[in-house]
């Protein structure tokens, strides 16, 4: 195949995945697609681990965040490890969010993450994510909704309602931004319409909805933009992005140092939770495999971890032409040219010179450009689970990522070549024998 074709075969199987993940738990769902395409078996949290040096796994908890290892075929002692998130911005439904107002059934939606709010008005929406069901013989089941046509609008309101709508004003998500789902319906048609469409899409009779977690996402699908194609346009760049890069680094690395990717959920939220980057999943795992093949004892786990390497993947702002002025003069990364190693002295980031050095080696040998990115001194910086997983395990840990415009927006832009470029300079990651530095 030639680089032309194999670049487009990766464009494509980017933008197939993006579509299919609207929600985090279809992105994990779609990861361990890949991931068993790949011969990864699947572990349960619940049961006795029996592993097996060179083998290949995968484990998930919460259905929205996934573990994946390749153990090494001799002795266990160290660990490359990636990591990123499943969640993003969203407006997610409340647990009761019918609304009747002037002949109109609407959701009530609250805001999930540091949503940026505009872009939502006007979009098809569709709605996606988890309900759990009580089936008609009585069992309980969770199954995945994607409703993919678009059963939702959020109008603006008319200039001439508002002639101040173009010099900015706040917008409120609870008296201006709950979606409009069908004139002339009641609260009872919303439990109608999800058994419809549970039915539809699993085939499956539906006794009671008894809970559900979903979310309206925009059903533009994913596009290539720009007169030679130098652009992706999505929804959930941030951070699928990343775990589709991860993933794809995995399963070409060959495996005989020790290598695991990590999708958290919950980044967005601050990741507090069971399977957030602040939460003992990884550690529980670690745990686990260092049980199984390492060094026995609490030493030999803080060994194992001080061995390794955690590479938070989580993308970073590129230099907005109609906002240059946004950027530090000397830190305006660029789409296409490369993966951005993201510094902050405050710890926003993990990155330290050490772990820096290490990455800028790392895109040497695998002739990629590579960028830096640090905020302006005078403007605060967001940050990812580089530091969070640093600070809950003690692992060196440097954060990188692909640059993108709009983070945050319903729909972002990013650079068509840097995928490429990070998952070479990953992939050379995990099969790098050696972590040291002089």
């Known amino acids: 195949m030639s680089d032309h074709a194999a670049d487009k075969a990766l464009e494509d199987r980017l933008l197939d995945f993006l579509q299919r993940s609207p929600s985090p738990w279809h992105a994990t769902a779609n990861l361990v697609a890949m991931l068993e395409a790949a011969g990864y078996r699947p572990l349960k949290e619940t049961d006795s681990w029996k592993l097996s040096p060179g083998e290949k796994y995968y484990v998930t908890r919460n259905d929205s965040a996934l573990i994946a290892f390749q153990l090494p075929a001799s002795s ?3 660990l490359r490890m990636v990591g990123a998130h499943t969640d993003s911005p969203a407006l997610r439904l409340k647990p009761q969010p019918a609304i009747v107002n002037k002949g109109w059934l609407q959701l009530g939606v609250q805001v999930y993450g540091g949503a940026l709010l505009a872009p939502w008005f006007d979009r098809d929406l569709g709605l996606a994510g988890r309900v759990h069901v009580r089936r008609a013989d009585g069992r309980l ?8 046509e678009p059963v939702a ?6 200039i001439h309602m508002d002639r101040e709508a173009n010099n900015g004003r706040p917008l409120n998500p609870q008296t201006q931004m709950a979606p409009l789902l069908m004139q002339g319906g009641d609260a009872p048609d919303l439990d109608r319409l ?8 699993h085939g499956l009779e539906v006794a009671d909805i008894v809970d559900f977690e979903l979310g309206f996402y925009d059903v533009q699908p994913p596009s290539r933009v720009g007169v030679g194609g130098e652009m992706i346009a999505s929804a959930r760049l941030d951070n699928l992005l990343s775990c589709f890069i991860g993933i794809e680094a995995l399963l070409a690395c060959d495996g005989r140092q020790g290598a695991l990717f990590v999708a958290n959920d919950h980044e967005e939220v601050g990741s507090a939770s069971a399977c957030g980057a602040q939460g003992p999943f990884l550690a529980d795992v670690l745990r686990r495999l260092n049980a199984a093949l390492g060094e026995a004892g609490d030493e030999g786990f803080v060994r194992l971890i001080q061995r390794s390497l955690m590479i938070s993947c989580d993308n970073a702002h590129a230099v907005h032409p109609n ?3 946004k950027h530090d003069a000397n830190h305006g990364p660029m789409l296409n040219a490369g993966p951005v190693i993201k510094v902050n002295a405050s710890q926003r980031y993990a990155t330290n010179s050490t772990t820096a050095a290490l990455f800028h080696d790392l895109c040497r040998e695998a002739d990629v450009p590579v960028q830096q990115f640090v905020t302006r001194a005078d403007m605060g910086c967001g940050s990812t689970i580089g530091p969070i997983t640093a600070t809950e395990l003690g692992v060196p840990t440097i954060d990188v990522g692909v640059p993108q415009f709009g983070m945050h927006s319903i729909r972002e832009t990013a650079g068509s070549r840097d995928p490429a470029y990070l998952i070479r300079a990953l992939t050379a990651f995990f099969d790098r024998p050696s972590l040291a530095i002089d």
Not at 141 to 148: E, F, G
Request: no cysteine; aromatic share 10%; hydrophobic share 55%.
């Open 153 to 158: 609008i959020i109008p603006s309101l008319a």
């Open 194 to 201: 999800l058994k419809q469409w549970i039915e539809r899409e």
């Open 141 to 148: 089941q969770a199954v995945l909704l994607n409703v993919k």
């Open 76 to 78: 266990f002692e160290t």
């Open 323 to 325: 906002f240059a002025d």
